[in-house]
Nanobody, 120 residues
Framework: QVQLVESGGGLVQPGGSLRLSCAAS????????MGWYRQAPGKERELVAT???????KYADAVKGRFTISRDNAKKMFYLQMNSLKPEDTARYFC??????????????WGQGTQVTVSS
């Protein structure tokens, strides 16, 4: 079983920055891809950014040039650096990881999320 725990959310003024972290634990052989998603009240969960095992990244158009996804394989940590935050970035942010356990069973895990509020 793979567990993900997000941290780093909070209240920030427009134009500010936050760095979200996602700690992965459990029996993992490999993490093939990891992503950050967000869900605002009354809206569906949407993709923010993804990063593959080969460090290929992909971003939603709304965050391109402002957000950066990264990973530290040794620490089993994933990050989302968010700059130039806007009120429309307000949402609960979730990390997701998919890969294989040591028994080569596939996993697709979600964290509980961390709230990001952008407001003056």
């Amino acid at each position: 079983q793979v567990q993900l725990v997000e941290s780093g959310g909070g209240l920030v003024q427009p134009g500010g920055s936050l760095r979200l972290s996602c700690a992965a634990s459990g029996i993992m052989f490999t993490i093939n891809a990891m992503g950050w998603y967000r869900q605002a009240p009354g809206k569906e969960r949407e993709l923010v950014a993804t990063i593959t095992k080969g460090d290929t990244t992909k971003y939603a158009d709304a965050v391109k040039g402002r957000f950066t996804i990264s990973r530290d394989n040794a620490k089993k940590m994933f990050y989302l650096q968010m700059n130039s935050l806007k009120p429309e970035d307000t949402a609960r942010y979730f990390c997701n990881a998919e890969g294989l356990t040591y028994t080569l069973a596939a996993f697709n895990s979600w964290g509980q999320g961390t709230q990001v509020t952008v407001s003056s």
